[in-house]
């Protein structure tokens, strides 16, 4: 059973910066796709962050472009995302997820979309104060 757990949310100032972790049990975590995805209270689950299996394609949101980085520690089985200049509209519930599709069978159009990805974490919530 693949397990996916998130820690590091926290309230936050505007402008201060958190690092998200998320521990991948159960499976082999060097074979997913991992995601970082949010959702505000009343709002949809958007796309925030994807990094591929090695680690060296990453993807962003535009709204987080240039703030926050994704990255993968495989020995380790953890994504992180750090996440910079951070903003009141960064308020969310923070998921990661994994998806297991093979790198022969994938298809760019999965990064962004949360029904693509095969498990998720229970969330970690980062709240930015103004």
């Known amino acids: 059973q693949v397990q996916l757990v998130e820690s590091g949310g926290a309230l936050v100032q505007a402008g201060g910066s958190l690092r998200l972790s998320c521990v991948v049990s159960?499976?082999?975590?060097?074979?997913?796709?991992m995601g970082w995805f949010r959702q505000a209270l009343g709002k949809e689950r958007e796309f925030v962050a994807a990094?591929?299996?090695?680690?060296?394609?990453?993807y962003y949101a535009d709204s987080v472009k240039g703030r926050f980085t994704i990255s993968r520690d495989n020995a380790k089985n953890t994504v992180y995302l750090q996440m910079n200049s951070l903003k009141p509209e960064d308020t969310a519930v923070h998921y990661c997820a994994a998806d297991r599709t093979s790198s022969l069978d994938y298809s760019d159009y999965r990064l962004r979309t949360p029904v693509a990805y095969d498990y998720w974490g229970q969330g970690t919530q980062v709240t930015v104060s103004s």
């Open positions: 990094i591929k299996w090695s680690g060296d394609n990453k």
């Open positions: 159960g499976g082999r975590f060097s074979n997913y796709v």
